[in-house]
T-cell receptor, first 114, second 114 residues
Framework: AQSVAQPEDQVNVAEGNPLTVKCTYSVSGNPYLFWYVQYPNRGLQFLLKYITGDNLVKGSYGFEAEFNKSQTSFHLKKPSALVSDSALYFCAVRRGGATNKLIFGTGTLLAVQP | DTGVSQNPRHKITKRGQNVTFRCDPISEHNRLYWYRQTLGQGPEFLTY????????KSRLLSDRFSAERPKGSFSTLEIQRTEQGDSAMYLC????????????FGQGTRLTVV
C-alpha cells in the first residue's frame, strides 16, 4: 500500500533562514512524488515533482526538493524563507504506471516569522 | 481564467438532503479527479475519470455518492441523503493524459451538513 508521512505538523522558521519540510513515502515500484501548497481559502497549488532523472528538482517560488531513494524521502527546501511562504504544504506520491490517484500526507504548516 | 473551476464554493445543507457539485476542468485535460479533504488531513482520493469513463473509485465512495462526466468535459459529484460526516472540502483536479504530468486543483466546494 502507498503512504506518505509528514512527521512535523508545523515548522517555524525566521525570515531569511533556510527551511526544510520533511516527507517520507512508501510505495512499491517507481514513485512519482509531488509537493503542493495550500493557502487559506485557496485550492492546492502545484510546486514541483520528481518523476525520474536528477534527484534534485527545482520548482516554483524558489523551492526545491531532493529525492533520496535509499531513505525513501522527498524533503522540500528553500534557501531563504519569506513571510509569504507561510502556508500548508502537502507531499503526495503516486505509483508510476499503475494508478493515477495521489496519496497525500497530512500536511505541514509552515510559519515564517518576520 | 483557465484553471479548474468548482461550483458552488460553499454549500450548507440539512442532513438527509441531496447535494450536487460541479467541476469544470482545464479544457485540454482528459483526466479528472475528485478528492475529499477534512480538517487537519490531506486530500483523500474519491474517483477518477479519463474522458467520460470512470476508471477508478475509492472504497470511501459509498453508494450514496455518485460522480459523472457525461461528455468528457465537466463533472458532477452527487451526495444523496447527506450525513454530518460528509462535511468536508470536496476538491476537483484535472490533468493531461501523459503519466508524468501533475494534477491541477480547483478551489474546492466546502460542504457543511447541519
Amino acid at each position: 500500500a502507498q503512504s506518505v508521512a509528514q512527521p512535523e505538523d508545523q515548522v517555524n522558521v525566521a525570515e531569511g533562514n533556510p527551511l526544510t519540510v520533511k516527507c517520507t513515502y512508501s510505495v512499491s515500484g517507481n514513485p512519482y512524488l509531488f509537493w503542493y501548497v495550500q493557502y487559506p481559502n485557496r485550492g492546492l497549488q502545484f510546486l514541483l515533482k520528481y518523476i525520474t532523472g536528477d534527484n534534485l528538482v527545482k520548482g516554483s517560488y524558489g523551492f526545491e526538493a531532493e529525492f533520496n531513494k535509499s531513505q525513501t524521502s522527498f524533503h522540500l527546501k528553500k534557501p531563504s524563507a519569506l513571510v509569504s511562504d507561510s502556508a500548508l504544504y502537502f507531499c503526495a506520491v503516486r505509483r508510476g504506471g499503475a494508478t493515477n490517484k495521489l496519496i497525500f500526507g497530512t500536511g505541514t504548516l509552515l510559519a515564517v516569522q518576520p | 481564467d483557465t484553471g479548474v473551476s468548482q461550483n458552488p464554493r460553499h454549500k450548507i445543507t440539512k442532513r438527509g438532503q441531496n447535494v450536487t457539485f460541479r467541476c469544470d476542468p482545464i479544457s485540454e485535460h482528459n483526466r479528472l479527479y475528485w478528492y475529499r479533504q477534512t480538517l487537519g488531513q490531506g486530500p483523500e482520493f474519491l474517483t477518477y475519470f479519463q474522458n467520460e469513463a470512470q476508471l477508478e473509485k475509492s472504497r470511501l465512495l459509498s453508494d450514496r455518492f455518485s460522480a459523472e462526466r457525461p461528455k468528457g468535459s465537466f463533472s458532477t459529484l452527487e451526495i444523496q441523503r447527506t450525513e454530518q460526516g460528509d462535511s468536508a472540502m470536496y476538491l476537483c483536479a484535472s490533468s493531461r493524459t501523459q503519466e508524468n504530468t501533475e494534477a491541477f486543483f480547483g478551489q474546492g466546494t466546502r460542504l457543511t451538513v447541519v
